[in-house]
């Protein structure tokens, strides 16, 4: 077994002066290395809760977390932010790009938090970066001079120049068309197939017909954890009778096992 992600249990409450939000109420699964996972649920269901926890950007109120093999629950903030620069790259639906650096700049940032790496490399494997998402040919232009599509190819670039294992996703096409969604997702897909584990929030049933595992979350539980037939973004031959790929129960319900033996799988009310 190769686990990516391990949670059980996991819960995060938030307090509201005097009243508490359970924006997750335990909720527990195994993410093996190089799947690609999409997580789906009602808005308020606490997809982005989930994915900040998973991201290192917040800590539960209460469960288990190992990323990677570490215990990343018991961490305090500082390591925990050593463990995000060093193995998760992180995507956003607003793509958070610093306005009045070029795109280069933006993406070699990271290596500067990350510590270590000398000015001239970190600009030479941001522009690496950059032509590696199609962005060769637009290294000195800000953020405003760019599409949004461009700009999420951009925070796609600046996600991956740690070179992290795990790349989460919140609604990364969110603010684009269809069209430029489409792109972006076959661009996971061709890291995704070289290796690097994505996890993906979306309200887009076709955009998680590219995932090869569904979990849907509601009301702060995990409502479901299925595999669906992979859809390739120019073929789309995978997609055989699976006329509502979003609806994790319209399929055979069968898990993802790449090892051919059992998935592991954890019970998913946090009672096992
Ligand atoms: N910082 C916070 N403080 C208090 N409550 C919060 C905070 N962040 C989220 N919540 C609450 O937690 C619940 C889950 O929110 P979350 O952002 O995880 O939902 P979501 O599934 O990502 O929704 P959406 O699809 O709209 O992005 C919601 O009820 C929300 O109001
Ligand atoms: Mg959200």
Not at 175 to 195: C, K, V, W
């Amino acid at each position: 077994m190769d686990a990516m992600i391990q949670v059980r249990d996991l819960r995060k409450t938030y307090r509201m002066g005097e009243i508490d939000v359970p924006a997750l109420r335990g909720v527990s699964f195994i993410i093996q290395r190089g799947e690609f996972v999409a997580i789906m649920g009602p808005s308020g269901s606490g997809k982005s809760t989930l994915m900040n926890l998973l991201g290192c950007l917040d800590t539960p109120s209460g469960g288990r977390y190992i990323l990677d093999g570490l215990p990343v629950d018991q961490l305090d903030r500082n390591l925990l932010a050593a463990v995000r620069n060093r193995k998760i790259g992180f995507v956003f639906q607003q793509f958070n790009l610093l306005a009045r650096q070029t795109a280069l700049e933006n993406v070699a940032l990271p290596l500067v938090y990350l510590g270590g790496v000398p000015g001239e490399e970190r600009y030479a494997r941001a522009q690496q970066m950059l032509e590696l998402v199609g962005m060769g040919d637009r290294l000195h232009h800000r953020p405003q001079e760019l599409s949004g599509g461009q700009q999420q190819r951009v925070a796609i670039a600046r996600a991956l120049i740690t070179q992290p294992a795990l790349l989460l996703a919140d609604e990364p096409t969110g603010n684009l068309d269809s069209r430029t969604s489409t792109d972006i997702l076959a661009l996971f897909e061709e890291l995704n197939a070289q290796g690097i584990t994505i996890v993906l929030v979306t309200h887009d049933a076709d955009i998680a017909a590219h995932a090869v595992r569904v979990l849907a979350v509601h009301d702060g539980l995990l409502d479901s954890d299925t595999s669906t037939p992979r859809r390739s973004v120019n073929g789309g031959a995978a997609a055989v009778g699976h006329d509502h790929p979003g609806d994790a129960r319209s399929n055979d319900g069968r898990r993802l096992d790449r090892s051919g033996g059992e998935h592991e799988h954890l019970d998913t009310n946090g009672a096992g």
